[in-house]
């Protein structure tokens, strides 16, 4: 039995595209537009709209001037809304969590610092920088900052998460304000994360507070955009 499809045009090419694209690898490119949409049967404005809302899905990558290619599938996904550390959004996912130590160094306070941890006389920070990797992948870039008093003689670099150490000497993190900027190619960053320079890289600014809403933890986190996916609940409340 023939079943006729009454959908929109571009909604059925989606759905060809989607079982292509399963037989692609990642990075592979798609024939270009004259050739898909001479194979499908459809008109080049049918097959752009398609592949627009497969961009939008991070299905494919589009490149102006060269073509469409098979992006890559995100390793981890994790919701924004539920404030993990990067260990634990790698055990989530079923994958082992490992550390690259780079450099650790107590800086002098400047004033983006006492703004930020609230404290006018705080005169030292303790800076670490450090990659997080999944199954042995680089994943995540972090430069995190503390106040140097709360180290008192602890060993910071004994511990992989930052999280457990600060729950370690009583100072557990509650919540966080974060700041979520899409950026391009970093020259250090990128290179450090094995990130060619066509992917794009997700910067989490998050300041951290603990259990009596004191400021203690600065992350910046450089995410690779196509090894971690993330999204967050939005709930309508009526009145």
Partial sequence: MIKTDYRPLYLQVIDRLRQDIEKYDEGKQLPSEFELAKQLGVSRATLREALRLLEDEGLVVRRHGVGTFVNAKPMLTAGIEELSSVTDMIRKANMEPGTIFL???????????????????????????????ADDVPVVYCLDRVPYDLLSNHSVLETKSLFQFLTDIGKTITHAVTYIEPIGFHEKVSELLESDAGSALL?????????????????????????????????????
């Fill in 203 to 239: 910067l989490l600014n998050q300041t951290h507070y603990d259990q009596n809403d004191q400021p203690i933890l600065y992350s910046q986190n450089y995410f690779r955009a196509d090894k971690f996916k993330f999204h967050v609940l939005r709930k309508r409340y009526m009145s």
């Fill in 103 to 133: 450099s650790d160094s107590v800086l002098e306070a400047t004033e983006e610092d006492q703004q930020l941890f609230g404290l006018s006389n705080l005169e030292q920070v303790f800076q670490i920088e450090r990659l997080r990797t």
